[in-house]
């Protein structure tokens, strides 16, 4: 029996489905799914060993996607076409998803990792565990807004208590690690035999201009070669997490390029 997958769904018509980062939820996506699902039916994940979702069989990347490929497909039935959005992390679970899937009609990527290009942090990360051990709340609501403005976000303003929130209730929940996985590079692989496998699948790309993990420009055009890309965007003033720090812009972006 495949794990447990939790989603939530809003709305109706075709299916988009959004997958979000690592060290994430499917809160990732809480200020866009109600703008999106006025024109589809949006399918939102906590992706296998995230969440409220089961953790894989195995501990990899390839158990996490055949988990989240089979339970897509109990959902929305075998082989129904489907949109695909995938932000960080997610972007590629997503390629690698599509690589495996055939009626893939649309492929947004959304601050996507594994694109094997070099990062720019603004600062090193904090290690919460200690905090949390401690039970000292105070401290682990600072670690997390520092690890939020040195990698999430761009301004200080975006970290709301929502954002706070967010974060902290998805790394005390996640179980599978990504990060090597998210560093060791994969994405244009991934997208060729995605195009292999759906060759009328339309790519687009969006990052924030202040994205950490990459230079936004030079991802793109590294996508680009993979094929031309239908849309692309950077939205200016934003970081990784683009979808939430300039949520109208990326709901704009999404429905253009969807």
């Not at 949006?42 to 969440?51: F, H, K, Q």
């Not at 996985?181 to 060729?192: E, F, N, P, R, T």
Request: one cysteine or more; hydrophobic letters at 40%; glycine letters at 10%.
């Amino acid at each position: 029996m495949n794990p447990h997958v939790a989603w939530h769904e809003y709305g109706a018509g075709e299916p988009l489905i959004l997958l979000h980062g690592g060290h994430g939820s499917w809160q990732h996506w809480v200020r866009n799914a109600d703008a999106l699902s006025k024109h589809y039916r949006v399918l939102v994940p906590d992706l296998s060993g995230y969440g409220e979702s089961d953790t894989p069989p195995e501990p990899t990347m390839e158990s996490l996607v055949d988990t989240m490929r089979v339970a897509l497909d109990e959902r929305i039935g075998d082989g129904t076409s489907v949109r695909l959005a995938g932000f960080s992390f997610g972007g590629l679970v997503a390629a690698k998803m599509a690589a495996q899937r055939p009626n893939i009609t649309d492929l947004v990527l959304l601050g996507a990792a594994g694109h094997g290009t070099t990062r720019r942090p603004k600062g090193k990360l904090l290690n919460w565990k200690d905090a949390l051990e401690a039970n000292n709340h105070v401290a682990l609501r600072g670690v997390m807004r520092h690890n939020l403005l040195m990698h999430m976000l761009a301004h200080e303003s975006s970290v709301s208590d929502e954002a706070l929130d967010i974060h902290t209730s998805a790394c005390l929940q996640t179980r599978f690690h990504s990060k090597k996985i998210s560093q060791s590079g994969g994405l244009m692989d991934a997208l060729v035999a995605a195009r292999e496998a759906n060759p009328h699948m339309a790519l687009s790309g969006l990052w924030g201009e202040h994205d950490v993990t990459c230079t936004p420009a030079s991802v793109l055009d590294l996508l680009e070669s993979q094929g031309a890309l239908s849309h692309s965007q950077i939205i200016q003033g934003a970081g990784h997490w683009v979808q939430y720090e300039a949520a109208d812009l990326t709901n704009s972006f999404l429905l253009k390029a969807l």
